[in-house]
């Protein structure tokens, strides 16, 4: 499994074209331009302008996020929009086996001008070793007691007034 994250402007559709099977998970509001607007993620296949399926609609302060599932099969081209005025993060994973995650391009030659695109939007992470206090909780059944500082502190204090008796 690879990690996919792309970051959709407002207002500027692209031609999504994945080259792997891509499963969508989660959509979330990453710039507030305006707190009280929407934005709608729609989803729509090339040729058929009128035709397109809301994914997601958030709002500032009320939803910011969603979580969906979302599966596009590869090859084929779809339309991503953020409709509204914020920009939109989303994530997902691409299906193990595919070698390269997509190939994106503005759905009007003049919608990309004057914007710079950063390479941290459309990078693929590979799956990182876990942690080793995560490895040891994870290959057994058995959850690992936990211990409040509370708890700690008190029996602490417990002993310091045993030893002043």
């Avoid at 990078?123 to 700690?152: G, I, N």
Wanted: hydrophobic content about 35%; charged content about 20%.
């Amino acid at each position: 499994m690879r990690y996919w994250t792309y970051n959709l402007e407002p207002s500027s559709p692209k031609v999504f074209t994945p080259t792997g099977v891509l499963h969508i998970t989660n959509v979330a509001i990453k710039d507030v331009f305006d707190a009280h607007s929407r934005t709608v993620l729609t989803l729509t296949p090339p040729g058929s302008l009128n035709n397109g399926v809301v994914a997601a609609a958030l709002t500032p302060n009320r939803t910011e996020f969603t979580i969906l599932n979302v599966k596009l099969a590869p090859n084929v081209p779809i339309i991503l929009q953020a409709d509204g005025p914020n920009t939109l993060s989303l994530i997902g994973w691409i299906e193990e086996g595919s070698k390269t995650l997509q190939k994106m391009s503005s759905l009007s030659s003049g919608s990309g001008l004057g914007k710079r695109q950063r390479e941290s939007d459309n990078e693929e992470f590979e799956d990182q070793p876990l942690p080793k206090r995560f490895q040891a909780a994870q290959s057994t059944d058995e959850e690992a007691p936990v211990q409040s500082k509370r708890t700690t502190t008190r029996a602490a204090g417990k002993a310091k007034d045993k030893a002043n008796d």
